[in-house]
């Protein structure tokens, strides 16, 4: 692998561009592999990634339906934070924050983390004292977070009107060290950095079939062909349900659609993420300019990466009432994608009914933030065959337990 | 330079001179003008700065898939960023400037991106700005950030209004040209309703322009004589001006029409959001014409072919005196006969094909004009402007034979069917390969529920390009000239907004970015305003030679709603600032507000905190609210309080099933305590239950969960039992109700007089219907503060003579109202828990000592099972104790209970928490409740409590009931 840098831009631009080598190969598949992680989206890629730099396992390849990080890694809002309520998801979202933190030098790859600090708004006397009970927990369990008045929310983002007539903005849930990063670049630097330990990714290649003897995995069947394996991982998000079908499991996950609209792009304005809960919404700038801007999810079940639009217009008005300034912009695009929800809003990682089948879903609305630290413990969990401290309490059968990893007083609404 | 010409312009008004300015600088157009039209008219080609580079943009298209003239318009709070000027109607006094540039647009410094633009590349930003880590976010961030991002933000709130509307039809046609305008014609015909939405302020579409004749009629008389016909008719509505941006499913579509947007300021609002639901909708949307692909293509005056013909016809304005017209079909020959007939020169049409020999090169021919076959542009000469073409071979690979001096270029890379609307819901396309374009495919539409097709496209969004009928040919030219070397395709514009270059799309492609979605996001092709109308289908055309693919191979990126921009106010619609969300008050507010009451929302509703008096802070008037109840006579407004009426031979049973109690049995007269708790276990509301009659129950909910309750009793009734014989109500609002709470509560009630409220006639827990002052009322003796307590509910007509009455008689008894902070500070004081504060969603009633509510005898009840999986059975369970703190202060809101040590993510271990955390004005001093691991076993232990500063606070556990143990104050 070509190290990325100014100095290899400059020698690149000297003969037009003509000598970059591709970004990650493009092989096909091998009859076996030790590892085989269903789903290229950035918490697969970031499984495979940590199998090999942490356990050094690199015959992995990750197969993907389409196009690797063309699920909810390439269409969610981009927010980073870890603010979490409950101690197993503080612990993983803090481990997801703190590692991308240095990703990009570790990747080699700009995946523009940019800690410009996330703000959740408390606007009612009960999401204060919510807030104040996030906090207190927070600095028990390391994450750096803070009260703050609504003077200070107003000071760090001018365009926000705390004076509104129906909720006044009464404090402030602050991570200064929370931001955004570029999400396709989150798949694509975690791709190139597998493709470059040897493992393979195969794009286009859509698992049918899961197949087993004696209880044990022994690989997939897939649009090309019978892969075999020694463990396998599913990680793909919305669509969990049909392969643990496959796997002949069933799981407590529902397919939601949840979306997401971004402005025209205009010059600087909003230098923070806010997140309003109380309202529904909320809004960041990106690099570009672009407002980008999440709401909640819709009420009923569905695969169809569209959602119901008045779920846009509630978004939108919650938004124009918090940032009056946005009433001027201009809605570019709009868009869905399929979130997969547990019982208790929380993820799995876990084992399964099937030996040597693992699985990483549910991440709901909010798991962007969480895929280093999400890769990390998945990449435990299948190395070791049994889950580390980080996913321990994200087993699947916590629910039979009623062992629920409840966020829903912190994260109210999407992330 | 462009100008405007004597004669012609079928819009404007010549005699209805229009005001504007541009940069400060003082203008003249013509009503009927575009602000595109009327910036070229006063010879404005530079009209703004692209992205990345910085490069000088003109105009390059007449309709909304323009990308280059974006615009600040107006001023202030008015002020409205990236305004397309070809969209925007010209108005007097019309003020814009142009957008991302400093300090001015024709010396920009962004510009030194545009020298250094080889050292840019599509994704540049992946591969650099890695080191030194922090001056990612603290220096090449911010720098990025300043130079892309376009227009201005406003910094004030709108001062327009929006609309929203809702309309429904049998057939919805979107786009009034000669398609549209014959499928609405002949579903009127039909006797169905019909809506025609037209995105411009005119119908016809390109025909005026482009067409001499339809259906052997001269365009103008056809045109007329079918506009008088449609606007006859009651079945059929026109709304110019109002694009439909999306298609839903069910047949649902979205159309914003800009309604004052070239009146602004007159009353109306700015803008109007349709919501349609349509039998049949037809995609009547045209098509749009594709740029070429040469080096030099984004210098302004290169602009598309069909523009620059709409420019001349439409608005009398040449694009300058000499253009070279540059094709590989024959439509843009069209361009060059408007040009002539103009008076202008058309120094040569350069055609790609090796041969043209249609009806229109042949009239370009006999007009006189130039036409050179076989040949292609290798360079566009000029920076600012064009000031001419090298012309070379398009077989080769650009050696100059020829160079013109030209001031304008007018190219037609053929035509793209707009196709987005049929694609919103999963419409699929097929690639035409006679017309080089993607086509709708008939055969795979998007559905209805029925799966009959939900969209159509008709005329040219379906790809019949000539109205008469006639097969038009345009063979693809992706490149020019085709074996154009990396030096000339480095300048060659895919996106002119984000400088996308066909050798960005190859670089992309070699790097292994090749799935398009990947080519899209790594080059930022198509990701600008115009979301890629121009670009598009060139980016994917290479994107295709590059891998040696075929185009429909490469497949296209996904089409999203809204096919244009749309204002977010107009999606926001009406609903702001007072009226952003209904405000529920109660029956007594105004009260309230006269006798100066701190208001808190609690949901939609707005109840008194507390009354302070002049002079006092909150926290005072609460603790002399909370004494005075305590000693005299309090008055609660609790008219909030759910209350749902459940009825029916079943109610019983069902009532059962929804609390963890059992309500069956409740005595008609009597009142009982119940929970309710969800299928996982936990506890999601409380409240008192009274039994009206027979088959009567009235559930008392918490003020924030009526609806969800209500809600929730109908989930089960509608969804599961649905052969239970009962039904809801709920009467929240039907009732105002007031909390007469203290010692003198009693006598406040005798003065009111109408019943009898004794001990015996009424005891503790009992309810009964009578007269009080005059007014019919539901009197509930029950009390959630510890003191003699009645509830009283009257007709919410009465609401506010009710409360004057209690307040005016309470007067010589000590009866001062009080909020809900009192509220909360007794209820804390009896160690009643609050559904909010003790419970989260993932407590149950067990865990709060309120085992003496669930029932043992019920064989099920909602949540039974949950509550009795391993982790809820627990006994290391959190439960519920109170706190003293040992200092006397107030434990802080949301404090953890520290343990040793830490857990195995090096977490510190906790061991319990507060919910409920007050300053007790009864016992002047901090009091607390809150859930502790083995807490009941533990009275009279120690144990700290974190707090934010890293500090703790030490408090002894107790029990929760803090002030009158033995309930002497209220069983009186």
Known sequence: MKRYSVFAIAREAARYHMGWERAWASPEPKPAYEVIIVGAGGHGLATAYYLGKNFGITNVAVVEKGWLGGGNTGRNTTIIRSNYLQDSSAAIYEKARSLYETLSQELNYNVMFSPRGVMMLAQTHHEVRGYLRTAHANALQGVATEFITPQRVKELCPILNIDGPRYPVLGALWQPRGGTGRHDAVAWGYARACSAMGMHIIQNCEVKGVRSENGQVTGVDTTKGFI??????????????QLAEMAGFRLPIEAVALQALVSEPIKPCMDVVVMANTVHGYMSQSDKGEMVIGGGTDGFNNYTQRGSFHHIEETLRALVETFPIISRLKMLRQWGGIVDMTGDRSPLISKTPLGNCFINCGWGTGGFKAIPGSGWAMAELMAKGEPGPLAAEFNMWRFKEGRFIDESVAAGVAH | ?????????????????????????????????????????????????????????????????????????????????????????????????????????????????????????????????????????????????????????????????????????????????????????????????????????????????????????????????????????????????????????????????????????????????????????????????????????????????????????????????????????????????????????????????????????????????????????????????????????????????????????????????????????????????????????????????????????????????????????????????????????????LDYQNDVKVSDVELASREGYVSVEHTK??????????????????????????????????????FRPPYTPVTIGALAGEARGEIFQPLRKTPMHAAHEKAGAYFEPVGLWRRPYCFPRPGETHEQAVHREVLNTRQNLGLLDASTLGKIIVKGPDAGKFLDMLYTGVMSTLPVGKCRYGLMCNEQGFLIDDGVVARIDEDTWLCHTTSGGADRIHAWMEDWLQCEWWDWQVYTANVTEQYAQVAVVGPNARKLLQVLGGMDVSKEALPFMHWADGTLAGLPARVYRISFSGELSYEIAVPASHGAAFWAACTQAGKALGAMPYGTEALHIMRAEKGFIMIGDETDGTVIPQDLGLDWA???????????????????????????????????????????????????????????RVTSTYYSPTLKRGIAMGLLKHGPARMGEVVEFNTVAGGTVKARVRDTVFYDKDGEKQNV
């Not at chain 2, 009795?868 to 006397?888: H, I, M, Q, Y």
């Open chain 2, 1 to 493: 330079m462009s100008t405007r010409l004597t004669r012609g312009g079928r819009l404007i008004d010549r005699t209805a001179a229009v005001e504007f300015s541009f940069n400060g600088k003082r203008m003249r157009g013509f009503h009927g003008d575009t602000l595109a039209a009327a910036l070229l008219a006063n010879d404005q080609m530079l009209v703004g700065r692209s992205f990345k580079y910085h490069r000088p943009r003109g105009i390059v298209a007449s309709g909304p898939e323009e990308p280059n003239a974006l615009v600040n318009l107006g001023s202030g709070a008015r002020l409205e960023p990236n305004q397309r000027a070809t969209t925007t109607e010209l108005f007097d006094g019309l003020e814009c400037t142009s957008q991302n540039h400093w300090p001015s647009l024709e010396f920009d410094v962004g510009v030194v991106n545009n020298h250094v633009s080889r050292f840019l590349p599509a994704g540049f930003y992946y591969k650099t700005f890695i080191h030194p880590r922090p001056f990612w976010k603290h220096v090449f961030e911010p720098i990025i950030r300043r130079s892309a991002g376009l227009g201005k933000a406003p910094t004030q709130p709108d001062p327009d209004r929006y609309e929203q509307a809702y309309a429904f039809c049998d057939v919805l046609v979107i786009g009034a040209g000669v398609a549209g305008l014959k499928v609405a014609k002949a579903a009127a015909d039909a006797g169905q309703r019909v809506i025609l939405l037209e995105q411009s302020p005119t119908l016809g579409g390109r025909a005026p322009v482009d067409q001499t004749e339809v259906d052997g009629q001269p365009v103008e008389t056809w045109l007329s004589a079918m506009e008088a016909d449609l606007a006859a008719r009651d079945n059929v509505t026109i709304r110019t001006r109002t694009c439909g941006f999306g298609v839903y499913d069910h047949g649902y579509v979205l159309a914003d029409e800009r309604v004052a947007d070239h009146t602004p300021g007159d009353g109306r609002p700015k803008h109007r959001l349709w919501r349609i639901r349509a039998g049949r909708i037809v995609s009547a949307t045209g098509a749009i014409e594709r740029p070429l692909s040469f080096a030099g293509n984004d210098i302004p005056g290169v602009m598309l072919a069909s523009a620059v013909r709409d420019y001349v016809v439409n608005y009398a304005v040449s694009p300058g005196d000499r253009t070279v017209i540059v094709t590989n079909n024959d439509s843009a020959y069209q361009t060059a006969l408007a040009l002539k007939a103009a008076g202008l020169d058309v120094p040569a049409i350069l055609d790609a094909r090796e041969a043209a020999d249609g009806a229109l090169p042949q009239a370009a021919r006999a007009a006189g004009i130039r036409v050179l076959t076989g040949k292609a542009i290798a360079r566009v000469k000029g920076t600012k402007r064009v000031t001419g073409v090298a012309i070379c071979a398009q077989a080769g690979e650009g050696a100059v034979q020829e160079e013109i001096a030209c001031e304008a270029v007018a190219m037609s890379g053929g035509w793209s069917p707009v196709v987005h609307l049929f694609s919103h819901c999963g419409g699929k396309l097929l690639w035409d390969e006679t017309i080089s374009a993607f086509i709708p495919d008939p055969a795979r539409p998007p559905l209805n529920h029925d799966g009959s097709a939900m969209v159509e496209c008709v005329g040219a969004a379906a790809g019949d390009l000539d109205l008469t009928g006639t097969p038009v040919a345009i063979p693809p030219v992706w490149v020019m000239p085709q074996g154009a070397p990396i030096q000339l395709r480095s300048k060659m514009w």
């Open chain 1, 228 to 241: 075999g394996c020694k463990k396998l991982g599913l990680v793909v998000a919305g669509h969990s349900g």
């Open chain 2, 854 to 912: 669930i029932s043992k005898k019920k064989a099920d009840y909602l949540g039974k099972r949950g509550q009795e999986r391993t982790f809820l059975a627990s006994p290391d369970r959190w439960k519920l104790v109170g706190f003293e703190t040992l200092d006397g202060s107030v434990i802080p809101d949301g404090a953890y209970v520290i343990a040793e040590g830490v857990n195995a993510n090096g977490q510190r271990n906790t061991q319990g």
């Open chain 2, 521 to 558: 996001r790594y080059t930022t092709l198509g990701m600008a305003t115009d979301q890629g109308k121009l670009s598009n289908i060139n980016g994917l055309s290479v994107l295709a030679e590059t891998l040696g693919q075929e185009i429909p191979q490469v497949g296209t990126t996904t």
